[in-house]
């Protein structure tokens, strides 16, 4: 576990020549984004979870995100995004990679749109993501992660095609999407009188901590924000203790496909750095014990990925009073059954 002492802040970031300002994302940005998606997004419910919280000592709250459109909160970002366009942008098309959320999310709302999505993919995704993008109409490339760069794939077709990329994380539309499911959270926890004292976020490029951070600090200012990430991917973790950014070692492997980024972005970075308190770390093995406590417990089924909130607290990652108010994101859900189904057996009584 990476935690920075719960009453401060991480480090101020070193800045970088070129590197986006903080406040190139702002509150009004994420209302605008909520009230964008508003007639296509849904509004994921933050469920309590009595039977955790008994065994916890500590109230939880469930922000499921699972339940999304396309099963995660990747939509709300790229609707954010396409809807931004000009129709002639989006008549030329789009270009994202992604290892599957964001390309759902991005197929999703390109056809929503009736815009030519290409999306580039790993090859070694889970095959239920790369099914689900081409479900959606989006014409999908897949690429060797260990031995090819998605960036430089996707910047060809930028110049060969004349598509928009739509990048996962490191862009303020996409940052302002992912905000409003922090918007929705506030909401939620006020309007059941239950403040936050803590959010734990589930982190990859670090856009969805980004946007709950900016809709924390406005709707719910003394809540502290955490980011989960897992075993040798836990680059926003230690970026926070340094206050700058790092990248993970090269050739390192995770089940959690949904949050393998090779560092924090500049955009995302320059946001979090001065409102997330902290990052937790959790291994594979804790991700699937979660996954199973999920399905059998909670009757939610989640991706490695969207499990590692729940396995940072079934792991104790974090000291947490008695008598506090705890969200997690549960940030995905498209799993393939053999991966569900290896967490369960490996998993009987979690």
Known sequence: MTSLPPSTHAATPQATPGSPPP???????????????????????????????ERLGYRVL???????????????????????????????????????NHAQGVAAAAAIFSA????????????????????????????????????????????????????????????????TCGLEMAAQAEATRQPLDRVLVCCGGGGLTAGIALALEARSPQTRLYTCEPTGFDDTARSLSAGRRLSNAPGGRS????????????????????????????????????????????KLVLEPGGAVCLAALLANKLEIGAGETVAITLSGGNVDPARLASALENNPDP
């Open 23 to 53: 406040d190139s994302v702002t509150f009004a940005d994420l209302e605008a984004a909520r009230q964008r998606i508003a007639e296509k997004a849904v509004v994921t419910p933050l469920l309590p979870a009595p039977e955790l919280s």
């Open 255 to 298: 089940i959690c496909d949904a949050l393998l980024a090779a560092q924090p972005g500049e955009l995302t970075f320059a946001i979090n750095a001065a409102r997330v308190s902290g990052g937790l770390t959790v291994t594979d093995s804790e991700a699937e014990a979660a996954m199973s406590y999920a399905f059998r417990r909670l």
């Open 116 to 179: 030519p999505a290409t999306i580039v993919m790993p090859a070694d995704a889970p095959a239920i993501k790369i099914a689900k993008t081409r479900g959606y109409g989006a014409e999908v490339l897949l690429y060797d992660r260990y031995r090819e760069e998605r960036e430089a794939i996707g910047e060809k077709l930028v110049a060969e095609r004349g598509l928009t990329l739509v990048r996962p994380y490191d862009d303020p539309r996409i940052v302002a999407g992912q905000g």
């Open 62 to 100: 469930l922000k499921c995100e699972n339940l999304q459109r396309t099963g995660s909160f990747k939509f709300r970002g790229a609707y954010n995004f396409l809807a931004g366009m000009t129709p002639e942008q989006r008549a030329r098309g789009v270009v994202a990679y992604s290892s599957g």
